[in-house]
């Protein structure tokens, strides 16, 4: 029993040992595993370190490199510059010398021909000399005694001769130029019209009076206003007055109107509408008007927008005379004459049709009718024949051609024809532009019209930029600069309307 006891712990003391024995040789066993692994850490860390080095080596060479061949480029290109400078200097030294060449013989000949001078002078003061040891007289006195004996002996042929040509030329001359200016008139005649300052448009029923006047004259105020004209409606039956002194305004009044007398509905938001659009409609009319009278006279190398300005002169009149169709007869003559006598004729159609272009903008610019046209045609391009031709047709400049001559008389022709202009209406006019004038030149002043003949400006404020005080004061100044600065027969009604107008709409 003690045995087996014995063998028993024997045996247990035996696998312990072999136990801790086999523990121990595990652990060995994973140290040097983990030994391994640690140095085959390390040693890929020094094989990626020494790539990462040998990378950074290979890029440091690199940039070495670059930065060498950069220089070098550098060094090459401040070469060639100092080589360019250098031929550029030695190019200017060889110029320098030639110039300086030049100088010396110029200098030279100017001496050589000094010399020649004085030998000529030398020569001409011995020949001098001589002819009066010859003839006993001076160089002024034989001069003079040889005229003198011409002049006895054929002083009354050669009285006679001049006397001959000066009227024989006089004649002929005036002959041909009557021949010109009636052949010019003949060939071309073109009916007169004069324009008036009021447009008549019809109406259905005198019951449209009542709805253009409004509730309280509200619809006529709007359309006055929006329009810049005075609507007479109660002088003519089954007819509306539109009096304004600018035809613009009243073309545009009146087509407006006629609208607004087909859509029913007037009161005064449409009416501002249908104003605006007749604007533009006026405004295609003006393009077209202006196209027609180029396309009628064959000119085609004007501008557009010179035809687009030249349009604008069918709604402008002067002295009563339509100022388009007067400039297109104008051409129509200029050409005629200038055929007749060899002159160029487009240039003389063309500056005859522009010769008073400045007219549809010389209340928007300042100077007059012919400076403006001048500025008009510089900006836009046009020939320098076609403005010299136009520019003196008033004698505000010499005449630079033949073609400028001809344009002025084809001017006088045109407006010198029986009943083709009406002084009256012109000097009236220029008084009621001179009224919109005064009130436009006041600060805070949206427009201003000329009403009733003159007698009446109404001027519109911005709200924004005038007090109701202000405004009051602001109708006193203008009247008396009118009172100061114009001429005018009775008294000037001066009104001044200041108007806040709020718009929102409900959705």
């Known amino acids: 029993m003690t045995e087996q006891f014995m063998l028993v712990l024997l045996l247990i003391i035996i696998g312990g040992a072999a136990g801790y024995v086999f523990r121990m040789a595990m652990a060995l066993s994973k140290r040097k595993s983990m030994e391994q692994k640690a140095a085959s850490a390390v040693q890929e860390a020094e094989k990626e370190a020494s790539k990462i080095v040998k990378a950074a080596e290979q890029k440091a060479e690199n940039l070495v490199k670059e930065a060498k061949q950069e220089e070098r480029e550098l060094r090459k290109s401040i070469q060639q510059t100092e080589d360019r400078l250098q031929k550029k200097e030695e190019n200017l ?297 136009m520019k003196s047709h008033h004698d505000d400049y010499p005449h630079a051609s033949v073609e400028a001559v001809i344009v002025q008389a084809a001017d006088h022709i045109s407006g010198g024809r029986p009943g083709a202009r009406r002084d009256t209406v012109e000097n009236y006019l220029k008084r009621l532009q001179e009224l919109e004038n005064v009130a436009n030149g006041f600060d805070g002043v949206d427009k201003s019209y000329a009403l009733q003949a003159g007698r009446e400006v109404r001027v519109f404020v911005r709200p924004d930029s005038l007090t109701d005080l202000a405004s009051k004061e602001l109708a006193r100044e203008i009247a008396n600069r009118i009172e100061s600065e114009l001429k005018y027969p009775g008294e000037i009604k001066v009104t001044v309307i200041r108007e806040t107008r709020v718009i929102e709409f409900a959705r």
């Not at 200016?181 to 060939?187: G, K």
């Not at 039956?237 to 859509?263: H, K």
């Not at 010769?355 to 510089?378: F, N, Q, S």
């Open 93 to 389: 030294e060889t110029k320098l010398a030639e110039v300086s060449k030049k100088e010396e013989e110029n200098r030279q000949f100017r001496i050589a021909l000094e010399e020649v001078k004085e030998t000529l002078k030398q020569k001409e003061s011995k020949i001098a000399e001589e002819l009066s040891v010859v003839s006993k007289l001076t160089e002024e006195e034989a001069k003079n005694a040889l005229l003198e004996q011409i002049k006895t002996q054929h002083e009354t042929d050669l009285l006679a001769q001049i006397q001959k040509f000066e009227q024989g030329n006089k004649e002929v001359l005036e002959e041909k130029a009557r021949d010109v200016v009636a052949a010019a008139i003949q060939r071309y005649s073109a009916s007169t019209a004069q324009d008036l300052t009021t447009t008549t448009v019809s109406i259905p029923s005198d019951e449209i009076k009542g709805k253009i006047i409004g509730k309280e004259g509200r619809n006529i105020r709007a359309f006055e206003r929006a329009a810049g004209v005075e609507l007479i409606v109660d002088d003519t039956p089954g007819a509306i007055v539109v009096s304004s002194f600018d035809p613009i305004r009243r073309q545009v009044a009146r087509v407006a109107l006629e609208n607004l007398l087909l859509d029913g509905r007037i009161q005064p938001a449409k009416i501002e509408e249908f104003v605006e659009q007749a604007r533009h409609e006026i405004n295609k009319i003006i393009k077209k008007k202006g196209e027609e009278a180029v396309y009628e006279l064959g000119i085609i190398d004007l501008d557009p927008r010179i035809v687009a300005i030249l349009g604008r002169l069918y709604f402008r009149t002067s002295y009563g005379q339509n100022v388009l169709q007067h400039s297109v007869e104008m051409a129509h003559i200029a050409g005629l004459m200038a055929e007749e006598i060899g002159a160029n004729v487009a240039v003389a159609k063309a500056g005859a049709l522009v010769h008073d272009i400045g007219k549809a903008l010389d209340h928007e610019m300042p100077g007059g009718h012919v400076k403006i046209g001048m500025r008009i045609l510089e900006k836009f391009g046009a020939d320098n024949r076609i403005i010299d031709a």
